[in-house]
């Protein structure tokens, strides 16, 4: 009950409690364009998202399962039209890129890659196309950074 407890109040506050929030968030953003693509988020895409997150956390397991939870509230905020919509989403990653250079070392396209292995390429094909857009938009934002 007490992590359960804690957890809810990291995700109220996570902009003043979370060390480098900034940084969670952005990565957050990236994993929430490729799981929002198709609408919604199958147990594929959670098990991906979940093994993404302990790869970039690895040695915290806290601040996996919390950007575990900002993807999901990503997500939600997209799917319930509550102030955040994919256009601005999109916006909003290259918006933080180009003010913050250190953001593009955190575009991991092998990474992202993971979690198009999710879609199934001949019955979803529209949302395989979404996603290799998305991909090819962040790998460009991301080369525009080394320029």
């Known amino acids: ?6 957890r809810n109040v990291m995700k109220m506050f996570r902009e003043l409690l979370v060390y480098h929030n900034s940084s969670l968030e952005f990565r957050a953003k990236l994993l929430t364009l490729m799981i ?5 988020i199958n147990e594929c895409e959670k098990q ?3 093994e993404i ?7 915290d ?3 996996a399962e919390l ?8 997500h939600t905020k997209i799917m319930t039209n509550n102030g955040l919509d994919f256009e601005h989403l999109i916006a909003q990653v290259s918006k933080e890129v180009k003010e913050v250079k250190r ?3 955190k575009i991991d396209i092998g990474l992202l890659m993971q979690l198009h292995e999710c879609i199934d390429e001949e019955e979803e ?15 460009n934002l991301k080369e525009e950074c080394r320029v």
């Open 1 to 6: 009950m007490f992590k359960t407890f804690k």
């Open 36 to 40: 929002t693509s198709d609408s919604e």
């Open 48 to 50: 991906k998202l979940k």
């Open 53 to 59: 997150a302990h790869t970039i956390y690895d040695d």
């Open 61 to 63: 397991q806290e601040r």
């Open 67 to 74: 950007l575990i939870d900002t993807v999901y509230e990503f």
């Open 103 to 105: 953001f593009c070392e």
């Open 125 to 139: 094909a529209d949302e395989a196309l979404f996603q290799i857009r998305i991909v090819e938009f962040l790998q």
